[in-house]
């Protein structure tokens, strides 16, 4: 999901339901300089659930001629998932719903 626009939120939380197998998992986001400092993202099903509030970070890399900066959210991006089922998901960007960010849910191939 890509979380560009404020009108993605209800009441500044975003929500959805999608249904997800057996396996493991990382969370994969593609954030900015613009991106909420702190995107809290939990995940419930009948017998799952998961929590985290995640940071973001940049960090600046020096071309000799220029500095750029890249960013990454910090927190627990691994999910272990014991049986298929509906998970709902909720993502708060605790007051900014203007900066863009996006998060994928990926398997993984182990």
Do not use: C
Request: net charge negative; hydrophobic share 35%.
């Amino acid at each position: 999901m890509t979380l560009a626009t404020p009108d993605l939120y209800k009441e500044g939380i975003f929500a959805d339901s999608f249904t997800i197998q057996k396996g493991e998992y990382l969370f994969r986001f593609v954030p900015n300089g613009d991106s909420p400092d702190m995107l809290s993202v939990s995940l419930i099903g009948i017998s799952f659930s998961f929590s985290e509030d995640f940071e973001l970070s940049g960090t600046s890399h020096e071309t000799g001629i220029s500095v750029y900066y890249t960013w990454d959210y910090i927190g627990e991006k691994r999910l272990l998932v014991q049986e298929g089922q509906e998970l709902e998901i909720r993502i708060n960007p605790h007051g900014n719903i203007q900066g863009p960010v996006s998060l994928d849910i990926i398997k993984s191939k182990n």
